[in-house]
């Protein structure tokens, strides 16, 4: 069963960090480019990052995140990450990834699979 489960997020000061993960399972992860994306309610859902199949050498990052987040992957471990440094007010979201087969970046129907989400919050 094809399945991406995100984690790491939680509650972070001002100006903190975090990592997120995408672990991934259920089809062949190199075929696969995998793009990060966040919702605030009552929002639409934006892309954010997407990192390309194969090695991972080209990136994909809004310009409101660049020099802020961070995408990498682990091949062996069908993980891919995304750092975010220097957290900001519009940044707290629910943070998704997802698997598409055909370019990075992509339009979101293009993405096959979604997992459920993982929460970024910023204390007060």
């Known amino acids: 069963q094809v399945q991406l489960v995100e984690t790491g997020g939680g509650e972070v000061q001002p100006g903190g960090s975090l990592r997120l993960s995408c672990a991934t399972a259920?089809?062949?992860?190199?075929?696969?480019?995998i793009g990060w994306f966040r919702q605030v309610p009552g929002q639409e859902r934006e892309p954010v990052s997407c990192i390309t199949n194969s090695d991972g050498s080209t990136y994909y990052y809004r310009d409101s995140v660049k020099g802020r987040f961070t995408i990498s992957k682990d091949n062996t471990k069908r993980t891919v990450y995304l750092l975010i440094d220097n957290v900001k007010p519009e940044d707290p979201a629910i943070y998704y990834c997802a698997m598409a087969r055909t370019r990075c970046p992509a339009p979101q129907y293009e993405y096959d699979t979604w997992g459920q989400g993982t929460q970024v919050t910023v204390s007060s």
């Open positions: 259920g089809f062949t992860f190199r075929l696969y480019y």
